[in-house]
């Protein structure tokens, strides 16, 4: 069984209305390893800062951000504990 790591995604979303769709679905269907979710629009400048904290394996963790990362206008890092 591969270990499970706790850690932190974040999201920059440009120009958010184009791609939220795609974005809260890919989130929905990694539900099983997103245990807090912060956003937040920045209206000003049309973008929009998300944070998700994860426990998940490597593989689910980097199956997500690769998801959300193909998507366009999406800048994603990942974040994770050592142990």
């Known amino acids: 069984m591969e270990t499970k ?3 932190v995604i974040s999201i920059v979303l440009e120009n958010p209305s184009a791609v939220q769709e795609r974005l809260n679905q890919y989130i929905s269907e990694a539900g099983q390893i997103i ?3 912060l ?3 920045y209206r000003e400048r049309n973008v929009a800062v998300l944070a998700l904290l994860v426990d998940g394996t490597n ?3 980097n199956s997500l951000t690769g998801r959300l ?3 366009p206008g999406v800048n994603v890092r990942a974040a994770l504990a050592k142990n």
């Open 39 to 41: 956003g937040i629009p």
């Open 69 to 71: 990362g193909s998507l």
């Open 59 to 61: 593989d689910e963790i």
């Open 5 to 7: 790591r706790i850690g």
């Open 35 to 37: 245990i807090g979710r």
